[in-house]
C-alpha cells in the first residue's frame, strides 16, 4: 500500500491565499484600466433646447384692405399653391345691380357726349361706333332725335335774326338812296334860291316865290336832317342785330361746352365707381402672391368675417432655406455661439427611431425673449446639414412646424470628470463654509 506525503507548498489554505491575491491584482488592474480610460474617453457637454422648423425668410401674412364675410376657403393648412392660385373667396360688397346700373349710366354719357361734341363740330349728323349701338340702342335713339331738335331749334333762330339783320340792311338802304337823293335835290335847289336871290335884288323876281322856294330849301334840309339820323339809328340797330346773332351761336357753343364738361366730369366719375369696383370684386378672391405653402388659416369657417385690414392667412415661401429655432434657457446662452455644433432630434414618437441631424449655430438673438406665463429665453437659430431625417428605409422631411429637440455641444469632458465634478463640487462648497 503506497503512503502518499503533504508538503506545504500544496496545503488547501495556501491555494485560497493565492486565489484571493489574484482576484484583488485583477481587480486592481481592471480599476486602474477604467481610470485610465475614464480620464482619457471625452463626453460631449450639450445645451438642450426645444424648438421647431421655420423657414429662413420672413413668413407672409396675407391681409384684406376692405374685410368682409367668407364666402368660401379653397385651401387648408399646409397645403402647396402657386402664385395666383386663389384661396380665399369673400362675399362681395356691391351687388352685380348696382354694377350693371353704373355701367348703364356711363354708357348713356358717352353717346351724350359723342353728341354734344358733334354739336359743337357743327356735324350733320351723329356717328357712334359699333359697341355703343349693340348695347345702348335707346340711349342712340334718343340721341339722335334730341340732336336733329336741337339743330332746327337753332337754325331756326339763326334764321330768324338773319331775316331781321336783312330787314335792317333793307331799311338801311333805302334811307341811303333816299338820302342821297335829298341831298342832291338840295344842291339844286341851294344854287336856284341863289339865282332868285340876284333876280329879287334887281326887281326881277317877285319876294313871294323866293320866299316859297327858301321854304322848300328849308323843309328838304330837315329832310336831309332826318334821314341822317335814322340812318344812325338804322346802323345802331344793324350792329345790335349781328351782335344778337353772334351771340346766338355762342351762348349756343358755351352751353354745348358746359354740357359737355359736366358729362366728362361724370364720365370720369362712374369710370372710377366701376374701377374701384371692379378691383374691389377683384380683391373678393384672395390669391397667393407667391409660390409657397399654406401655414396658418385665420378663418376657418365660411360665413366668418374677416375684419378690415385682417390678416386672412400666413404662408411660406416656396424653395425657401429651411433652419430650426430653439428657445435657449437663459442660463446656457452663455456658452452657446455661432459656428458650433448642434445635434437634432425629433419630438414625435414616429421619428425617434431616426439618427440625430447634425447642425451648425448660425445666429443668437440680442436679448431674451419674455413671452406670458414663460420663462425667458434667447432665440437660437440653427441651420440643418440635411432636408430630410433618414434611414435605409425612410425618410422625414423637414417642413416648417416640424418640433425637434436641438442639443448644441458647447464643450467636452473626460468620463472620470463627469464622475468626479460633484463630489469635488461639494467637497469646495464644504470647505468654504465656517
Known amino acids: ?79 402647396v399653391v402657386k402664385v395666383g392660385q386663389p ?11 348696382d354694377l350693371q346700373e353704373i355701367e348703364t349710366r356711363i354708357g348713356t354719357l358717352k353717346v351724350n357726349a359723342i353728341r354734344l361734341q358733334a354739336q ?26 334730341m340732336f336733329r331738335a336741337q339743330r332746327d331749334r337753332l337754325i331756326s333762330a339763326v334764321s330768324e335774326q338773319e331775316l331781321k339783320i336783312k330787314q335792317r340792311e333793307a331799311e338801311l338802304a333805302e334811307i341811303g338812296t333816299r338820302l342821297s337823293h335829298s341831298v342832291g335835290r338840295h344842291k339844286i335847289l341851294s344854287e336856284q334860291v341863289a339865282i332868285n336871290q340876284k333876280l329879287l335884288s334887281q326887281g326881277l323876281m317877285n319876294e ?20 341822317r ?44 365707381r366701376v374701377r374701384k369696383f371692379a378691383d374691389s370684386r377683384a380683391r373678393t378672391t384672395i390669391r397667393a402672391p407667391i409660390d409657397g405653402a399654406v401655414m396658418t388659416l385665420y378663418v376657418v369657417t365660411e360665413g366668418g368675417v374677416v375684419a378690415p385690414g385682417g390678416t386672412v392667412l400666413s404662408m411660406v415661401p416656396g424653395g425657401d432655406r429651411l433652419v430650426v429655432e430653439v428657445r435657449l434657457p437663459v442660463g446656457e446662452v452663455g456658452f452657446v455661439r455661432p459656428g458650433q455644433r448642434a445635434r437634432l432630434q425629433l419630438v414625435s414618437t414616429a421619428g425617434r427611431g431616426f439618427s440625430p441631424l ?51 455641444v458647447t464643450g467636452s469632458r473626460s468620463v472620470l470628470r463627469y464622475v468626479l465634478d460633484p463630489f469635488l463640487g461639494s467637497l469646495k462648497n464644504g470647505l468654504s463654509e465656517r
Open 358 to 408: 447634425d447642425g451648425k449655430v448660425t445666429q443668437i438673438s440680442p436679448d431674451s425673449i419674455a413671452e406670458q406665463d414663460q420663462q425667458p429665453f434667447y432665440l437660437v437659430r440653427i441651420a440643418p446639414a440635411a432636408d430630410a431625417f433618414a434611414d435605409d428605409v425612410a425618410r422625414y422631411s423637414l417642413r416648417p412646424g416640424v418640433e425637434v429637440e436641438a442639443s448644441i
Open 87 to 97: 384661396l380665399v373667396e369673400l362675399e362681395s360688397t356691391a351687388s352685380e345691380a
Open 120 to 145: 359743337l363740330d357743327g356735324a350733320k349728323g351723329l356717328v357712334f361706333p359699333a359697341e355703343l349701338i349693340a348695347t345702348y340702342p335707346n340711349q342712340i335713339a334718343s340721341a339722335r332725335a
Open 208 to 227: 313871294y316865290e323866293h320866299l316859297e322856294l327858301r321854304k322848300e330849301e328849308q323843309s328838304l334840309r330837315g329832310g336831309i336832317a332826318e334821314s
Open 1 to 79: 500500500m503506497a503512503v502518499a506525503y503533504l508538503t506545504a507548498g500544496d496545503s488547501p489554505e495556501l491555494g485560497q491565499v493565492r486565489g484571493e491575491r489574484r482576484l484583488v491584482r485583477l481587480t486592481a488592474l481592471t480599476m486602474l484600466l477604467f481610470t485610465v480610460w475614464a480620464a482619457l474617453f471625452e463626453l460631449d457637454i450639450a445645451a438642450h433646447a426645444p424648438g421647431k422648423v421655420v423657414p429662413a425668410g420672413q413668413m407672409k401674412r396675407i391681409q384684406h384692405l376692405e374685410g368682409g364675410i367668407v364666402r368660401e376657403i379653397h385651401v387648408k393648412e399646409g397645403e
Open 229 to 272: 339820323a335814322a340812318l344812325g339809328r338804322l346802323k345802331a340797330a344793324l350792329e345790335q342785330e349781328n351782335v344778337a346773332l353772334q351771340s346766338l351761336r355762342l351762348g349756343e357753343d358755351e352751353q354745348l361746352r358746359k354740357e359737355l364738361g359736366e358729362t366728362s366730369r361724370e364720365l370720369a366719375e362712374f369710370s372710377e
